[in-house]
């Protein structure tokens, strides 16, 4: 199955996604359809799915304290 690292477009939230049509987002629950969301990775490894997504994260904590 393959997973998608989505980055929810209302609460900016990075997190993977098995969906097919409509993303769901877990942290705002804003719904969209995935051809509208920008996927950031596409994986079909559970385990390299959360190591991406925390990769993710980071680079994106690091890119908020540089605009501080
Ligand atoms: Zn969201």
Redesign the pocket.
Known sequence: MEIKIIQ?P????IQGSMALKIFQ?K????KTKIRKVKILKKTDDSEKALALISNLKMQKAVKENDNL
């Open positions: 929810c209302k609460c900016g939230q987002c942290f705002c629950e804003h």
